[in-house]
DNA sequence: CTTCTATGTTGACGAACGTCGATCCAGGAA
DNA sequence: TTCCTGGATCGACGTTCGTCAACATAGAAG
C-alpha cells in the first residue's frame, strides 16, 4: 500500500539545516512545499494530529471518519495526501486500514522551521513587536 | 504597514504543546492550516529564507524580486501573504520597503511539530519499517 | 459461489489559488 | 510644482483544490 507513491519523503539531499540561515534553492523549495500544502488544511492537520497523538499501532479509518462533517471519499482524499507526502502510512488489516505517523517527517519539518541555537533576534530596529 | 491585518499571528488560546500529543480542535486546526498554506509555496518558501537568513535589519524586495522569474506584483502578493500569515513584517523606509522574519511563528511551528522527547514511537507492529 | 461491510478511486462541480498587465500611491529629485 | 522610481492594489485569466455522488475493490461471512 505505501509502494513507490511517495512524493516528496525520504531524500532531500542534504540535512537541510533550515530555512532560516541561508536562501533554500527552487528543488529544496519545490518539495518542500509539497509537504507544508499538505499541512495547509484543517482536515488534514486534525486528520495528522489524531493519528499522531494515538501512539499505538496505528488508527483506523472508521476511528477518523466520524470526526469530520464529511463524507467518506473526502477523508480518503487527504488521507491520501498526507501520505504522498510522507507525512503517514497505512496498512491493511483484515477488514480495515490502520494509519500511522512517519515520525521523520514532522522531525525535519521541525528541524528545518527551528532556528540554530538563539539566533541574535537582529536588534528591534522598532519593529519587531507583533506578537503578544 | 503592519496594522491590524493578521489573521494568524499571535494569541492561539493556548501554547500548543504539539499536534502530535493531542487531537487539536477545529479551530486550532483552521489557524494552523493558515500558516502551513502559506508556506505551501515554493516561492513563498524561497521568499521566506532568503528573508530569514538576512539576520541584520531587513530585506529590500528589490534584492527579492530579480531572484525570481516572476512579475512584481507576484512577489507583492506573496510577501502579502507572509505578511498575512504572521510570518514576516514589513517596513517603509524612504522609498524601499524592507521586510523582516518574525520568529515567534517559526518557532511556534517548530514547537508544534517537534515530539515532546523521545516519544516511544509505538513499537513497530510489522509494519513502519516504510521509509527508506 | 453470493452478500455485506469498509475503503479506495473516478469524474464532476464550485471555490480558491498563482500569475499577469494595468493602474495607483508614496517618496525622492529636479 | 513635475517627473521618475519602487512597491502595492485591482481585475481578469487559467489552474489547482476540496468536496461529493457513483462506482470499484478487498476481505469476511454465509
Redesign the interface.
Given at each position: 500500500m505505501?509502494k513507490h507513491e511517495r512524493d516528496a519523503?525520504?531524500r532531500t539531499g542534504a540535512c537541510c539545516p533550515g530555512?532560516?540561515?541561508?536562501?533554500?534553492d527552487?528543488g529544496q523549495?519545490?518539495e518542500?512545499?509539497?509537504v507544508?500544502?499538505?499541512?495547509?488544511?484543517?482536515?488534514?492537520?486534525?486528520l495528522?494530529?489524531?493519528i499522531?497523538?494515538r501512539?499505538?499501532?496505528?488508527v483506523c479509518v472508521c476511528d477518523l471518519t466520524p470526526?469530520f462533517d464529511l463524507a467518506q471519499p473526502t477523508i480518503s482524499h487527504h488521507l491520501k495526501l498526507l501520505r504522498q507526502a510522507?507525512l503517514i502510512?497505512c496498512?491493511r488489516r483484515g477488514t480495515w486500514v490502520y494509519y500511522?505517523?512517519?515520525?521523520?517527517m514532522?522531525?525535519r519539518?521541525?528541524?528545518i522551521?527551528?532556528?540554530p541555537a538563539g539566533?541574535?533576534?537582529?536588534?528591534p530596529?522598532g519593529?519587531?513587536g507583533?506578537?503578544?
Open positions: 505505501s519523503s525520504g530555512l532560516l540561515t541561508a536562501p533554500l527552487e523549495a519545490t518542500l512545499a509539497k507544508f500544502k499538505a499541512l495547509g488544511d484543517p482536515v488534514r492537520l486534525r495528522l494530529s489524531m499522531a497523538s501512539a499505538g499501532g496505528g470526526a510522507g502510512d496498512e500511522w505517523l512517519l515520525p521523520e514532522t522531525d519539518l521541525a528541524a522551521l527551528a532556528r539566533q541574535p533576534l537582529p536588534e530596529t519593529h519587531a507583533a506578537a503578544s
